[in-house]
């Protein structure tokens, strides 16, 4: 059972998880009618929750090798807590994450002087006594019941609190930079995998996989890359580290280091795609005059740079 908080984007994460039986999970979403905080979002799931014991991950969250060890490893003991941490180079942009006899003793939200170099990453493992912390605490001066002061809320009433010290490669995917990143680093670890077709003229080269229905035709792929289901590729090249996801046409064109949502057309463009995040149903195509304006429709934090 997992159970998805949700706010504003409720209905694009319906649409793009649905009800879980793609990956045998049952689904519940929990809304969250403003942002009042992590442990709000906790103290929301309260009826869904029970009493079982749980997992709690934010959806920004990438890490290597998943969590079934520390599940594992919780599942096990009798801990009421337990917080997944990350040795970083610079430890004042996060919080920061105090020990003492093998426990977690204090946190530090963005320290001038931290304690360590252990940052939360923003993984956590709970039994229901979370739910009396979150019940007790008082918003920040954000406005906000913080997680980090239902965890200090743990530690100071003497419930066991711990620390899983991740040692693996973790990534924030909050800005454009990191989910490249994250993608990049996902796409060392597939496997070459064919299930669509690919023509004669075509080569692919690498760890490629081309799903269920895609074509390649006239084409080169240089792998680590994704080839998404029913997504066709004419006459392209597509350039290592590149996730393409179902249903686009990408066509007369060069495409490296980028990730492209379902439902793209990408056609007869001149000069070459990189280090690009292109959201669902986008189209480029050239066009055949040289404008005298610019017409754009841009999402979020778009970038654009213009010759």
Avoid at 42 to 64: C, P, S, T
Avoid at 178 to 191: G, S, V, Y
Avoid at 198 to 213: L, M, Q, W, Y
Avoid at 252 to 262: F, G, P, R, V
Wanted: charged fraction near 30%.
């Amino acid at each position: 059972d997992i159970g998805i908080v949700v706010g504003d984007t409720a209905e694009e994460i319906k649409a793009a998880v649905g009800d879980g039986s793609r990956w045998g999970a049952r689904i519940t979403y929990i809304r969250q009618e403003a942002p009042l905080g992590l442990a709000h979002a906790v103290k929301i799931a309260e009826d869904f929750l029970g009493r079982d014991r749980f997992v709690m991950f934010l959806g920004d969250n990438v890490i290597e090798g998943g969590i079934t060890s520390l599940v594992e490893q919780f599942a096990a003991s009798d801990w009421n807590a337990q917080i997944v941490l990350k040795r970083v180079e610079d430890p004042r942009q996060f919080g920061v994450a105090e020990l003492g006899d093998g426990r977690v003793v204090r946190l530090v939200e963005k320290p001038k002087e931290p304690p360590s170099d252990l940052a939360l990453v923003g993984i956590y493992m709970f039994d229901h006594h979370i739910f009396e912390a979150v019940k007790a605490i008082k918003p920040s001066w954000r406005g906000e019941l913080e997680i980090t002061d239902a965890i200090q809320y743990l530690i100071d009433k003497g419930y066991k609190v711990y620390p899983y010290i991740h040692e693996g490669w973790w990534i924030d995917t909050g800005k454009m930079e990191d989910m490249l990143e994250a993608n990049r680093l996902i796409l060392e670890t597939i496997e070459p995998r064919l299930e669509g077709t690919v023509d004669a003229e075509s080569k692919v080269n690498g760890k490629v996989v081309i799903e269920k229905g895609a074509e390649i035709i006239r084409s080169t792929v240089r792998g680590p890359a994704i080839i998404g289901e029913r997504t066709r590729v004419i006459n392209a090249y597509i350039g290592p580290y590149t996730s393409i996801y179902h249903d686009c046409l990408i066509a007369d064109c060069e495409i490296e280091h980028s990730i492209l949502m379902e439902n793209c057309k990408v056609v007869d463009i001149h000069y070459r795609i990189e280090d690009s995040l292109i959201g669902r149903n986008v189209e480029i195509v050239r066009s055949p005059i040289k404008p005298r304006a610019y017409k754009m429709v841009l999402g979020d934090h778009s970038k654009v740079g213009i010759l």
